[in-house]
């Protein structure tokens, strides 16, 4: 069995729910894992004609492989319902495993998150629940089953809070009747097993992860192979690193290069320019000194021979074949000699490459 590994070498946004599809396409009997953050994922597919973001879901369910949120996720149940609901009318009936140990968010946690928002959240409470639950105010997946416990635990995070009532709590207890007695979603204490071949998707990027990117423009997770190991245990694993062939960030937090001027071409599908509580959408040159400082802080990312460099977005830098290492401009004839140099610096021989969001249009590089 193939177990692989999808992990943004930025800030996110890098493509990694389209590499997840293609990797689905290729993959007998796939599971994806999501094994970091939560609902304030935005994965983007397209597929056979059907675009969607996935945030709740993990991002092949357009190729039919059900999901598994680990218990290093955080649940939003109100967002599971909505993006249920607009899968279901696209024709998709996805599966969904959560693990009884997911932390769940609550209206209480979005609306501190939004009212305190200081580093770039996206405002739905992610890290908020996070840091509610590292104090003890527990609520989790398997909670939901019990309704005393629910109303309980709820009364207690609105005074962790100190929250007034104008917090209106209706549709969350109306979606998580729906989720533990109405829509089928698999309650599990563990990995599901079905000879599954595991696909584990990776939320935010490297830079991004809160022991490796710029506290305090961080999130709360570990997006590189911490969490991925501790579930997979000591099988094989094939990492896939991915990165656009530029840089991006949303909202507050250093960005290199942000300083030399480009001629990058903006994205006009692009599903997360400006968010009310993230910030706009930044774009600099890519800084290959970032993606080997990235690597190198994961001891299993450094060690591993099995690993695969992704480039995606190579059509919105055309004529514009240049990126930075050690502070100093790298200038490329063209795209080919693009991706060999970043490859060659970062000693990966294995390549894909993609000039679009849709799947159909990753393929493998030699040159």
């Not at 279901?88 to 769940?104: S, T």
């Not at 209206?107 to 998150?113: E, F, Q, R, S, V």
């Not at 890519?286 to 059509?315: F, G, H, M, P, Q």
Request: a negative charge.
């Amino acid at each position: 069995m193939a177990n692989k590994a999808v992990i943004g070498l930025g800030y996110g946004d890098e493509g990694k729910g389209l590499f997840i599809d293609y990797l689905c396409s290729q993959t007998t009997n796939p599971l994806v894992i999501r094994f970091s953050g939560g609902q304030q994922a935005g994965h983007t597919v397209v597929s056979n004609g059907i675009r969607h973001v996935f945030s709740n879901f993990g991002a092949g369910t357009l190729k039919g492989a059900p999901s598994y949120f680990s218990k290093f996720c955080t649940i939003d149940p109100i967002g599971i319902v909505n993006e249920l609901s607009v899968l279901l009318n696209k024709g998709i009936k996805p599966l969904l495993f959560i693990d009884a140990h997911c932390p769940v968010t609550t209206p209480y946690d979005i609306a501190y998150n939004q009212k305190n928002n200081k580093h770039g959240s996206c405002g739905v409470g992610v890290g908020d629940t996070i840091n509610r639950e590292e104090h003890h105010y527990s609520l989790t997946f398997a909670d939901l089953f019990y309704p005393w416990v629910l109303e309980t635990k709820i009364k207690l995070i609105k005074d962790f809070y100190s929250a007034d009532d104008t917090v209106d709590l209706s549709n969350f207890l109306e979606c998580c009747q729906l989720i533990t007695h109405s829509i089928h979603i698999e309650k599990s204490h563990d990995v599901p097993k079905n000879n599954y071949s595991y696909l584990f998707e990776g939320s935010q990027g490297l830079l991004l992860d809160k022991n490796i990117g710029f506290f305090p423009h961080v999130t709360r997770s570990n997006t590189d192979t911490q969490n991925v190991l501790t579930l997979l245990g000591h099988e094989t694993l094939s990492i896939y690193l991915i990165t656009r062939a530029y840089q991006t960030r949303h909202g507050d937090g250093p960005l290199s290069n942000e300083s030399i001027p480009h001629n990058i071409s903006k994205n006009p599908h692009e599903t997360n320019i400006t968010n009310k509580y993230q910030g706009a959408l930044r774009i600099a040159l890519l800084d290959v000194s970032l993606l080997e400082y990235a690597i190198n802080k994961d001891d299993y990312l450094r060690c591993t021979k099995n690993k695969s460099l992704v480039i995606t977005c190579l059509d919105h830098i055309h004529n514009e074949y240049r990126f930075t290492y050690q502070n100093a401009i790298i200038y490329c004839k063209n795209e080919a000699e693009f991706v060999s140099k970043i490859a060659s610096i970062l000693n990966i021989s294995n390549i894909y490459i993609s000039a679009s969001e849709d799947s159909k249009n990753i393929h493998s590089f030699s040159g």
